[in-house]
């Protein structure tokens, strides 16, 4: 700076002041270009990853309002009366969301079939804990099973089963799921029959025999509004299942009426 200063004597006052201004100039540009080279700091980084994931969550957000939607809707107005408009509108998304995340309304109903049975066989999970732990016997098992098969599983179930016997697209989307169900299913129901002496083929038979009065119980519901009626045809399902593992007397209603 000295040797700057001495190379500007013998200059008139203002070209020396002129000359110092702009060696200032010069030094501020320098220290402003560094920092715009500077490299992006690890707490910007940081903030790009948040930002990309709270869109996948948002992403993830929007496709399980459509599915929970869809499930309402299907049970609430039938495959043929659900449409996709309806759908975006009970979620509160846009037209343009839902063909975003779903190709079609076929998509959706195996997407949401998907998510209720998973939610469904969690559930039976949660029971067959029960049932080891001792908790839960044979007559709540099946009071449970007729609750859940008068609601949305069974008669969205319904809906869809129907719509497969004429879709091969959705009918070989849905054969995997449904087999996934049953074998949760199937974990508890063996449960029940341990040390019961029937061979692994009789505990399958039975239950499947028990799914079939239940599944046909809730189709007559449709039509028939009478829980005496279905009362007594479920204590008589657990007398006969109460026979096959040996409970006897007091452990079994004697009457229609649900215990």
């Avoid at 070209?15 to 110092?20: E, N």
Wanted: hydrophobic fraction near 40%.
């Amino acid at each position: 700076m000295a040797e700057a200063t001495a190379g500007r004597k013998g200059l008139p006052a203002r070209m020396q002041r002129d000359a110092v201004a702009g060696t200032k100039g010069q030094s501020k540009s320098a220290i402003s270009h560094s920092r715009h080279v500077q490299p992006a700091s690890p707490k910007a980084a940081r903030t790009t990853g948040t930002t990309r994931r709270s869109q996948e969550e948002r992403s993830s957000e929007t496709r399980l309002k459509l599915i929970d939607a869809t499930l309402e809707v299907l049970h609430e107005r039938g495959y043929a009366r659900t449409t996709t408009a309806d759908i975006a509108d009970l979620a509160g998304v846009s037209r343009g969301a839902l063909n975003h995340h779903f190709e079609s309304k076929d998509d959706l109903v195996a997407q949401a079939a998907s998510r209720m049975l998973r939610r469904s066989t969690d559930e039976i999970s949660a029971l067959a804990g029960d049932v080891k732990s001792g908790a839960l016997g044979l007559d709540a098992f099946l009071d449970r099973l007729w609750v859940m098969f008068q609601g949305q599983l069974f008669f969205v179930t319904l809906e869809y089963v129907t719509e497969a016997r004429h879709n091969p697209w959705l009918h070989g989307k849905l054969v995997p799921l449904v087999k996934d169900f049953h074998v949760a299913l199937d974990s508890i129901w063996h449960r029940f029959f341990e040390g019961s002496g029937l061979s692994t083929s009789e505990v399958e038979a039975t239950l499947n025999a028990t799914l079939c009065l239940i599944r046909g119980m809730g189709v007559q519901s449709v039509l028939r509004q009478d829980p005496r009626y279905f009362d007594g045809l479920l204590t008589m399902l657990k007398r006969d299942l109460a026979a096959k593992i040996g409970i006897t007397g007091k452990d079994m209603p004697l009457t229609g009426e649900r215990s």
